[in-house]
């Protein structure tokens, strides 16, 4: 694993997308791939982790303390402190097709399609203005369809809807991130399509340590940790597993999704 040391960044620029969601732009650019993740420390309250949404960006949906303590800094912050490793990330080969849904799911994507990597993108969202990044910026680098649940964009209907009319077995690739119920949805379509391992799916578990010791991320039966193994999993890798039923809360508990 190719680690990189924490470093201090200065905020650049921050961006509103929505009233819940920010891109956070440093100073300085990582050698980020898509689907790679960072823990952000925010001293004082916690560290956490996020997602590249550039590389030089993160792009956060405002939920806890610590997410609510970065919505509190202003440009020119100086003590905020990430160390990233380079993980399982979506390896893009072939004809590669992008899922995302929901607020909390486009930044990985973005900096797939950012890089070119994503010959198709699909994006949903409950309405149109909660459609992530300006259209433009997607639709200038992938074929872009957008879903909206209200219909005020795009189809009227569910990310799934578009998946199956664009057959998901004539895709080398699928690389999908959303809330889990709708990437559940999305594998149960790739089993249908006899492709399950052409889904990459990116997960999200609480996390503590970051490094594969606490346990906190561990992806049953398998034990398999979100953290040092993933975040990206291939769809047979976690069809038999605890994704889609339920993840655990900070204190261990089981949770549904
Ligand atoms: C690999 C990975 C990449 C991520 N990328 C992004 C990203 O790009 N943008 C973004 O906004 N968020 C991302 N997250 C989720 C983000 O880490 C959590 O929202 C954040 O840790 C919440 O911290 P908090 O202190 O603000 O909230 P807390 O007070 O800790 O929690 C508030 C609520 O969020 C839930 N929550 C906390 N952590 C997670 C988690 N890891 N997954 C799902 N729900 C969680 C809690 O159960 C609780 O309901 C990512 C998570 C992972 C594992
Ligand atoms: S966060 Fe500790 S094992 Fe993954």
Known sequence: MHKIPSVPVVITEIIEESPSLRTFVFSRRFPAEPGQFCMVW??????????????????????????????????????????????????????????????????????????????????????????????????GCTN???ATDDGTSGHHGFVTDLL?????????????????????????????????EKGQFSLHRYMKCGVGICGSCCIDPTGLRVCRDGPVFTGDVIIDSEFGSYARDASGRRKSV
């Open 42 to 139: 925010v001293p004082g309250t916690d560290e956490i982790p996020m997602a590249f949404s550039a590389q030089n960006a993160i792009t956060v949906q405002k939920v806890g303390e610590a997410t609510e303590a970065l919505f509190a800094l202003s440009p020119g912050g100086r003590d905020r402190y990430q160390r990233t490793a380079r993980k399982r990330i979506y390896p893009p080969s072939g004809r590669t097709l992008a899922v995302a849904g929901g607020v909390g799911a486009a930044p990985p994507l973005r900096l797939l399609a950012t890089s070119g990597a994503a010959d198709d993108f699909i994006l949903g969202a409950r309405t149109a203005d909660e459609l992530l990044f300006p259209p433009g910026e997607l639709s």
């Open 144 to 146: 872009l369809q957008c």
């Open 164 to 196: 199956r009319a664009a057959d998901p077995s004539s895709y080398d690739t699928i690389c999908v991130c959303g809330p889990e119920v709708m990437m559940n949805a999305v594998l149960s379509i790739l089993c249908e399509a006899g492709c399950p």
